[in-house]
């Protein structure tokens, strides 16, 4: 097959170019679905894995996003991103038919020793492939449907994602039936439907027209690639926005499965049910952020997507009081629903900032430096986070309320934070911070950014005002999108001052 890029592409070839990447994200997101998440959690914790094991298998994926920075040379001396991706997504996928085999082959004592190092090359490989991927997409897909296009193109692959969760679970929590001698069979053949999925989307990769590159200067110096997106001030403030984020959600995030499975104490089909309930929220909303994001622009959608998320993370300390309660399992729901909402406009809007805000000549370079940052703040957060939790494992924070009278005491829990909580807590604040910084990035949009703010955040407190009559609540979910606006709008006051 012939994968040399083209100077010029047909309407024909675009269009067709489209559909593959559609068709490649539906297989890339089955065999996400079934190779990691919780079924790698589970099959990690089914091979001995304690929760410092736990956070260091969570850290590989974004640490070895590091990988896209020796990757920039690749693709900027051979000018063949489509070669890259294909090579390297078919190196990388491979892998998954080695971690099928692991329960076949090796024995418990070193199988996570092996779990580890196949996920390495597997992740490793895997950033060579994102590195020429978002600067190929940058130039392939129109800017003015960029927003409309992915988040149809999510949409559209997580509706297989919500089945074969589903039977998934089902099928683990079964595996009894299927392995009676060894269960932990079951998730090898999780891992091999995986590869096969990865190898299919490998094609349709392979499918999918490449513009030609237009590159400043061929002779290649990889230190001067890498610095430039941190001379861009307005860039740079993206990167530091982005970094913070994502180490405030890493901290948390690679442990909500943990929670619930050996805290909570939930089976793996109910935990699928929530993912599930996650995944269709998550699927509702995005072409709702997506219009906006190409009506309007991206950063009002992170200010009300993100402070929404840091509101649910802070919530997860409430599912226990300080045990399980009535309320958890609803609680729980709840949390999924407006978590599956806020990802949606996050990963939207934050990947498409990115794109809008690389210059078009530069975007390799820029868009790995951010992935850059994004890696190692995601990387050390989930390292941290393992040790957290058998730090804080015997330690407890509560906040009871009494009322004596002479018919009785009367006491009443209202917080307790233990174990997981204490870093629950410390990534809803370390959230607020990136938030803050939010403010500092400018993007251009078609209005004025007071416009888009007063109206996403009045659609925003009328959909919260018909949840719940609490002021609190409100108030709870404007304040740190509040802040961001406050923070804009003084910064627009000071400038036209200047002017």
């Known amino acids: 097959m ?14 067709s170019g489209l559909r593959s990447v559609v068709h490649d994200g539906l297989a890339s997101q089955t065999m996400i679905t079934l190779t990691s998440g919780v079924f790698l959690v589970d099959f990690a914790l089914h091979l001995g894995a304690s929760n410092t094991v736990i956070g260091l298998l969570a850290a590989i994926p974004p640490i070895m996003q ?7 040379y690749l693709v900027e001396k051979y000018q063949n991103r489509r070669k890259i991706a294909v090579y390297s997504a078919a190196s990388s996928r491979s892998f998954l038919l080695l971690i099928a085999l692991i329960p076949f082959i090796f024995k418990p004592k070193v199988a996570l020793a092996v779990l580890t190092g196949t996920l390495i090359c597997h992740t490793a490989l895997n950033a060579v492939l ?5 600067s190929w997409m940058r130039d392939l897909v129109p800017q003015n449907i960029l927003g409309s296009f992915f988040s149809k193109r999510t949409a559209f692959s997580l509706v297989p994602a919500i089945i074969l969760s589903l039977a998934a679970g089902f099928f683990i929590d079964h595996g009894k039936q299927f392995f009676p001698d060894n269960p932990i069979y079951s998730y090898s053949v999780l891992f091999f439907l995986g590869f096969a999925a990865g190898m299919i989307g490998t094609y349709f990769i392979s499918r999918i027209p490449e513009p030609q590159m237009t590159t400043e200067n061929k002779n290649i110096q990889l230190l001067k690639l890498i610095s430039q997106p941190f ?5 740079k403030n993206l990167i530091v926005f982005l970094g913070s984020w994502n180490f405030a959600v890493n901290l948390a995030g690679p442990f909500f499965t943990v929670y619930m499975l050996k805290t909570l104490q939930l089976n793996m089909s109910l935990v699928i049910i929530f993912t599930v309930i996650s995944q269709l929220s998550h699927m509702s909303f995005l072409r709702i952020w997506g219009k906006f994001s190409d009506r309007f622009s991206n950063k009002p959608l992170l200010a009300i997507n993100g402070s929404l998320f840091l509101i649910c993370i802070l919530g997860w300390t409430f599912t226990t009081l300080p045990e399980k309660h009535h ?5 729980l729901v709840v ?20 794109l809008k805000l690389a210059p078009k000549d530069k975007a390799t370079s820029y868009l790995a ?14 390292i941290i986070g393992g040790g957290f939790v058998d730090f804080f494992a015997d330690r407890e924070l509560s906040w009871t309320l009494k009322w004596t009278s002479p018919e009785g005491i009367l006491s ?3 917080l307790n934070l233990r174990g997981f909580d204490f870093f629950f807590f410390l990534a809803f604040l370390i959230g607020l911070y990136s938030i803050h910084r939010l403010a500092f990035v400018k993007e251009v949009g078609d209005v004025s950014e007071k416009v888009i703010f007063e109206e996403l955040f009045s659609g925003a407190t009328k959909r919260v005002r018909n949840l719940s009559t609490a002021g609190g609540l409100r108030y709870m979910v404007q304040l740190p999108s509040l802040l961001v606006k406050s923070k804009i709008l003084n910064n627009g006051r000071k400038n036209k001052k200047a002017d």
Do not use: R
């Not at 590091?66 to 920039?72: A, M, T, V, Y």
């Not at 407006?338 to 498409?352: C, P, S």
């Open 369 to 382: 430096a951010s992935s850059f940052i994004n890696s190692l703040a995601a990387g050390i957060a989930p």
């Open 66 to 72: 590091l990988f896209q920075l020796p990757s920039i």
């Open 231 to 235: 001379k861009d001030k307005n860039f």
């Open 327 to 331: 309320l958890t399992l609803p609680l």
């Open 335 to 354: 949390l999924h629903i407006f978590m599956g909402i806020a990802i949606a406009g996050v990963v939207l809007a934050g990947g498409n900032i990115g």
């Open 412 to 414: 009443l829990q209202t």
């Open 2 to 15: 012939n994968l040399a890029p083209k100077n010029n592409l047909t309407e024909t070839e675009l269009k």
């Open 130 to 134: 994102i590195c020429s991927w978002n």
